[in-house]
């Protein structure tokens, strides 16, 4: 049996909490919970900052800025039916009623603002958590568009 010295101590001590840390950061990455550039399937341009939190087990998503419209620096959901109807965008709930099933997040609704439309949504992590595969569709998953966010350090 080896016992670990007085001198070893604090290195073990060092490389534990090492180990314990990246073990935590890899850990936060693999969900979609997080900050995320969403990037425009159309043009490849960052077009705004999503937050992804947790309820219950159920995901949802916010707009916390959008960076680029066409209506101006603080565009509202001329499109959106209901509450949602002529609300500011920034600060808007997207997304909601997602949940793990797997490896994929699924079963949820996701509303694109600028066409008002709301699709099914299914989200799936990539490159080691630092992308997030969102895929909108009406229907089939095979019919739909796909987006994909990068995290936000």
Same mark, same amino acid.
């Given at each position: 049996? #080896?016992y670990?010295s007085?001198?070893?101590?604090?290195?073990?001590?060092?490389?534990?909490?090492?180990l314990f840390?990246s073990?935590?950061a890899?850990?936060? %990455?693999d969900?979609?919970?997080?900050?995320?550039?969403?990037v425009?399937?159309?043009?490849g341009?960052?077009k705004?900052?999503i937050q992804?939190t947790? %309820? %219950?087990?159920?995901? $949802?998503?916010?707009?916390?800025q959008?960076?680029?419209?066409?209506? /101006?620096?603080?565009?509202?959901?001329?499109?959106?039916?209901g509450?949602k109807?002529d $609300?500011?965008?920034?600060g808007? #709930?997207?997304?909601w /009623?997602?949940?793990?099933?797997?490896d994929?997040?699924?079963?949820?609704k996701?509303?694109?603002?600028?066409?008002?439309t709301?699709?099914?949504?299914?989200l799936?992590?990539a490159d080691? /958590?630092?992308?997030?595969?969102?895929?909108?569709?009406v229907g089939?998953?095979?019919?739909g568009?796909s987006?994909?966010?990068?995290?936000q350090?």
């Amino acid at each position: 049996m #080896t016992y670990l010295s007085k001198a070893s101590l604090p290195r073990f001590a060092i490389a534990a909490c090492l180990l314990f840390g990246s073990a935590v950061a890899w850990a936060a %990455n693999d969900t979609p919970v997080g900050t995320w550039q969403q990037v425009d399937d159309e043009t490849g341009k960052v077009k705004s900052i999503i937050q992804i939190t947790s %309820n %219950n087990d159920e995901l $949802q998503a916010k707009v916390l800025q959008v960076l680029i419209s066409e209506d /101006g620096p603080h565009p509202v959901c001329k499109k959106c039916d209901g509450d949602k109807k002529d $609300q500011p965008i920034e600060g808007m #709930t997207i997304m909601w /009623g997602v949940h793990a099933d797997g490896d994929v997040w699924d079963g949820g609704k996701i509303l694109d603002p600028k066409s008002g439309t709301v699709y099914k949504v299914k989200l799936s992590m990539a490159d080691h /958590g630092q992308k997030l595969d969102v895929r909108g569709y009406v229907g089939f998953s095979l019919i739909g568009r796909s987006q994909t966010w990068i995290r936000q350090q």
